[in-house]
């Protein structure tokens, strides 16, 4: 026993013994090891006698589909000057969990990336001690949890577990910051009282919430507050489909028939259609002169936003709302909207962020939560914020990733 072929400093290690039980089933896998550190110091005039043997087995990494146990026959030493009983120390060990201290760390991270019953069957475990390591290390991590405020701050909500729940993330890294238990102002308020050194936003990205702008004002009055070009771009399909549904009725019935098909064709902008989707549209567009108004009032106002400046942006923003007034009823909740929210849906120009970073990290969160079984909000906190956040470097994660070993460096 003198090879350290497990490369854990100050321990040698036999060969691994395979244990079976009587159907010839692989159960348990035991080395016996040896530390090779010093007894720690008691006293000044330290003498000391051998006092009897305690058998101690500690969990390591499995080196075969079963548990891997470490066996140590640890000396006990009396001294004869003062009279203590001192035993020979094991480095690298978590004496809590009875596990190597690398072992522990393998859990921590793999249940950070993973499920916990997946956990359960990568290392060989119980479940209880999967979530119980975890719990321990997501307490210590998040329990006094600050973290210092983005140039640019990203707000938006998820439902999840029943309820509405707020997201803040660093829009320009694209990391999770917080997620808090409901999306209210004051939800909101008490989730940024977390944040250090406020005075660093500049920029704050939200959808049409009218809650999120007057918290930006109230605790960013430096920020530039900017509405999201989803949302803003979703507003304009919406009032279209109002006007399509109307007309759908009024189609011939082959143009009907063709219609549940070409649903989401119609959200799709001309230019990103195919050829064929743009044939099969027009097709249906030259029955409803009604609908191809609408439509082309619909992808007119695409374009403001894909002006360079903010002044080119309100100059083709102004053409439209000419353009609009073919079916001002129709479109006039449009116009509306964007009057009430014209400066921060314009202040996108100034600064060229979205949301999109935000919706994606809502998602994210959203295949923990589907992923799992039975999590309760603390718990999908901790591991979304543990997995997506600043806290867990996201090079220590890549091993334990669930995504093919080609994309795993894409996070």
Same mark, same amino acid.
Not at 302 to 309: I, L, N, S, V
Not at 311 to 323: G, I, K, P, R
Not at 362 to 368: E, K
């Given at each position: 026993?003198?090879?350290?072929?497990?490369?854990?400093?100050?321990?040698?290690?036999?060969?691994?013994?395979?244990?079976?039980?009587?159907?010839?089933?692989?159960?348990?896998?035991?080395?016996?090891?040896?530390?090779?550190?010093?007894?720690?110091?008691?006293?000044?005039?330290?003498?000391?006698?051998?006092?009897?043997?305690?058998?101690?087995?500690?969990?390591?990494?499995?080196?075969?589909?079963?548990?891997?146990?470490?066996i140590?026959?640890?000396?006990?030493?009396?001294?004869?000057?003062?009279?203590?009983?001192?035993?020979?120390?094991?480095?690298?060990?978590?004496?809590?969990?009875?596990?190597?201290?690398?072992?522990?760390?393998?859990?921590?991270?793999?249940?950070?990336?993973?499920?916990?019953?997946?956990?359960?069957?990568?290392?060989?475990?119980?479940?209880?001690?999967?979530?119980?390591?975890?719990?321990?290390?997501?307490?210590?991590?998040?329990?006094?949890?600050?973290?210092?405020a983005p140039?640019?701050?990203?707000?938006?909500?998820?439902?999840?577990?029943?309820?509405?729940?707020g997201?803040?993330?660093?829009?320009?890294?694209?990391?999770?910051?917080?997620?808090?238990?409901?999306?209210?102002?004051?939800?909101?308020?008490?989730?940024?009282?977390?944040?250090?050194?406020?005075?660093?936003?500049?920029?704050?990205?939200?959808?049409?919430?009218?809650?999120?702008?007057?918290?930006?004002?109230?605790?960013?009055?430096?920020?530039?507050?900017?509405?999201?070009?989803?949302?803003?771009?979703?507003?304009?399909?919406?009032?279209?489909?109002?006007?399509?549904?109307?007309?759908?009725?009024?189609?011939?019935?082959?143009?009907?028939?063709?219609?549940?098909?070409?649903?989401?064709?119609?959200?799709?902008?001309?230019?990103?259609?195919?050829?064929? #989707?743009?044939? @099969?549209?027009?097709? &249906? *567009?030259? +029955?409803?002169?009604r609908?191809?108004? %609408?439509?082309?009032?619909?992808? =007119?106002?695409?374009?403001?936003?894909?002006?360079?400046?903010?002044?080119?942006?309100?100059?083709?923003?102004?053409?439209?709302?000419?353009?609009?007034?073919?079916?001002?009823?129709?479109?006039?909740?449009?116009?509306?909207?964007?009057?009430?929210?014209?400066?921060e849906?314009?202040?996108?120009?100034?600064?060229?962020?979205?949301?999109?970073?935000?919706?994606?990290?809502?998602?994210?969160?959203?295949?923990?939560?589907?992923?799992?079984n039975?999590?309760?909000? #603390?718990?999908? @906190?901790?591991?979304? &914020? *543990?997995? +997506?956040?600043?806290?867990?470097?996201? %090079?220590?994660?890549s091993?334990? =990733?669930?995504?093919?070993?080609?994309?795993?460096?894409?996070?």
């Open positions: 026993m003198k090879v350290n072929w497990l490369r854990l400093p100050g321990i040698e290690a036999a060969i691994p013994t395979l244990i079976h039980d009587d159907n010839g089933n692989l159960t348990d896998v035991t080395i016996d090891c040896r530390a090779t550190a010093a007894y720690n110091i008691c006293c000044l005039a330290q003498k000391l006698v051998s006092n009897g043997t305690k058998a101690v087995r500690y969990r390591d990494r499995r080196i075969e589909p079963a548990p891997t146990w470490l140590f026959r640890r000396q006990r030493k009396r001294c004869l000057s003062c009279g203590a009983t001192l035993y020979q120390a094991i480095p690298g060990m978590d004496d809590r969990h009875r596990m190597t201290a690398r072992f522990r760390q393998d859990i921590i991270l793999s249940s950070i990336n993973r499920t916990f019953a997946d956990v359960v069957r990568f290392h060989a475990v119980e479940e209880t001690l999967v979530r119980r390591i975890f719990r321990e290390h997501a307490d210590r991590e998040l329990l006094q949890y600050r973290y210092d140039r640019v701050l990203g707000i938006d909500e998820n439902h999840l577990l029943g309820g509405a729940r997201v803040i993330c660093d829009v320009e890294r694209g990391e999770l910051l917080d997620v808090l238990p409901g999306r209210t102002g004051s939800d909101i308020r008490r989730g940024l009282d977390r944040m250090n050194s406020w005075g660093t936003v500049e920029v704050w990205c939200q959808d049409m919430a009218g809650a999120y702008k007057g918290i930006a004002r109230d605790l960013f009055p430096k920020a530039s507050i900017v509405v999201d070009k989803f949302h803003v771009l979703s507003k304009a399909n919406y009032w279209w489909s109002r006007v399509r549904l109307a007309e759908t009725a009024k189609l011939p019935k082959e143009a009907r028939e063709q219609m549940p098909g070409l649903i989401r064709v119609f959200d799709r902008h001309w230019e990103v259609m195919t050829p064929r #989707q743009q044939d @099969r549209v027009a097709e &249906i *567009l030259a +029955h409803s002169p609908m191809q108004t %609408a439509w082309t009032i619909k992808e =007119s106002f695409y374009y403001f936003y894909d002006a360079q400046t903010r002044s080119e942006a309100e100059d083709a923003y102004t053409n439209w709302v000419q353009l609009a007034k073919a079916q001002h009823a129709e479109w006039k909740p449009l116009m509306t909207m964007m009057a009430r929210w014209r400066k849906i314009f202040n996108f120009f100034d600064h060229r962020f979205t949301s999109a970073k935000v919706e994606r990290m809502n998602r994210s969160i959203g295949d923990i939560n589907r992923a799992s039975g999590l309760d909000f #603390q718990t999908l @906190r901790a591991k979304a &914020i *543990l997995r +997506h956040g600043r806290i867990t470097p996201k %090079a220590s994660l091993y334990y =990733s669930l995504r093919p070993p080609s994309t795993r460096n894409a996070a």
